[in-house]
């Protein structure tokens, strides 16, 4: 009954913005965090965001600096905002949704960023 859905991928150049939506729709009982993962092929999954219930934000440190999480709980919303992107930040970016009661997680199906030069 759960589901993610992000938005905003696609193509940029180097130096360029982009800001990623997650909306999420169903009941999420409890409090949460949510961030964004992201993975290029035959590379891990990374953390790269994250916010808590009470706002508090952590970033990868590769994109300190650049990327902005947050979140909007009236319209169940977790935005990424992505600025001065690089070509390493080419990857398909994941929203999560993480219930700190009972540990489930739930995962939207991605969008794709590509970050040409």
């Known amino acids: 009954q759960v589901q993610l859905v992000e938005s905003g991928g696609g193509l940029v150049q180097a130096g360029g913005s982009l800001r990623l939506s997650c909306v999420v729709s169903g009941r999420i009982v409890g409090a949460n965090a949510m961030g964004w993962y992201r993975q290029a092929p035959g590379k891990q999954r990374e953390l790269v965001a994250s916010?808590?219930?009470?706002?508090?934000?952590n970033y990868v440190d590769s994109v300190k600096g650049r990327f902005t999480i947050s979140r909007d709980t009236a319209v169940n919303t977790v935005y990424l905002q992505m600025n001065s992107l690089k070509p390493e930040d080419t990857s398909t970016y994941y929203c999560?949704?993480?219930?700190?009661?009972?540990?489930?997680?739930?995962w939207g199906k991605g969008t794709l960023v590509t970050v040409s030069s």
């Open positions: 999560n949704v993480n219930v700190y009661y009972n540990g489930m997680d739930y």
């Open positions: 916010i808590t219930s009470g706002g508090t934000t």
